[in-house]
């Protein structure tokens, strides 16, 4: 009876005890979640941390390091055709005023000598002692100086442009590149759906999304600048060659078939001091 009593008594106060307990318990796991729900909008509010530039072209693997060699290449070629895209570098005055001289007193030998000086080189001086020295060798004398000219200048006018191809090259092989990364990109996450799981797979198309995009972009930045580069030296090329052209017109005036002769020739009476005849003034 004693043991009877002693177990009733237990159950009485497991059942007084028991509430509190599970009050208690209630209390702790409402703190706990609002101490995890905390720490998550801390989380979620804390700014992600930003890639540097460095960062987005190591993201961008081997094609990103080979079209950073390319913009610097373009960037040469486009400081290049700046300097030499010219009037002062294709035709100095000083040389246009030698020769100016030495083709007024027919001094033909005298010029090609001058023009030929390493000191003299310009596009001026070889197209024009390209003219002169085929004209001077030919049977028909000065009447081969115009076709001689044309076609030396043809061929300068190529080499001055040899620059602007190379422009335009880069301009095709930026996007070019670009894309074939953007396909090694998509091809790579597409394995990573296929394979990893988890947040192996996250990281996986990640990095694979990365490259796709760096490298578009990339290919881009280097193709539109070299594309506008290469549409305004074109242009360029074709003014400067049209104004020395005009240059050299000038120059070669006084060897001109004709022009010797008539410089010589007597002048006509002008028309203003003949004599009225008698049927005239009738």
Not at 100 to 113: F, K, P
Not at 198 to 227: Q, W, Y
């Amino acid at each position: 009876m004693l043991a009877i009593a002693s177990g009733i008594e237990l159950l009485t106060l497991l059942d007084r005890a028991l509430p509190g307990a599970l009050m208690l318990a209630q209390a702790a796991g409402d703190s706990a979640a609002a101490a995890a729900g905390a720490a998550g909008t801390a989380a979620a509010d804390a700014p992600a941390q930003s890639k540097s530039l460095l960062e987005y072209i190591q993201s961008g693997g081997i094609i990103s390091y080979v079209l950073i060699l390319l913009s610097i290449a373009a960037v040469g070629l486009i400081i290049t055709s700046l300097l030499q895209l010219r009037i002062a570098a294709l035709a100095p005055e000083p040389i246009v005023e030698q020769l100016d001289r030495l083709l007024r007193d027919r001094q033909v030998d005298q010029a090609i000598t001058f023009c030929a000086q390493p000191a003299n080189a310009c596009f001026l001086t070889r197209v024009l002692g390209a003219g002169l020295l085929k004209a001077s060798r030919s049977t028909f004398g000065m009447l081969e100086l115009r076709p001689a000219l044309e076609a030396a200048g043809q061929k300068e006018v190529e080499r001055l442009d040899k620059l602007n191809h190379w422009i335009a090259m880069i301009a095709a092989l930026g996007p070019m590149l670009g894309l074939l990364g953007t396909v090694i990109g998509i091809i790579g996450a597409f394995e990573t759906l296929g394979q990893a799981t988890g947040a192996a797979r996250s990281a996986g198309l990640a990095k694979f999304m990365s490259l796709a995009l760096v490298t578009t972009a990339e290919g881009l930045i280097v193709a539109i600048p070299c594309t506008v580069a290469h549409a305004i030296f074109k242009r360029r090329v074709d003014r400067l060659a049209t104004d020395v052209s005009e240059v050299i017109e000038t120059l070669t005036a006084p060897l001109q078939p004709g022009a010797q002769a008539a410089k010589n020739a007597p002048r006509p009476p002008s028309r203003a001091a003949a004599p009225m005849s008698p049927a005239n003034v009738a």
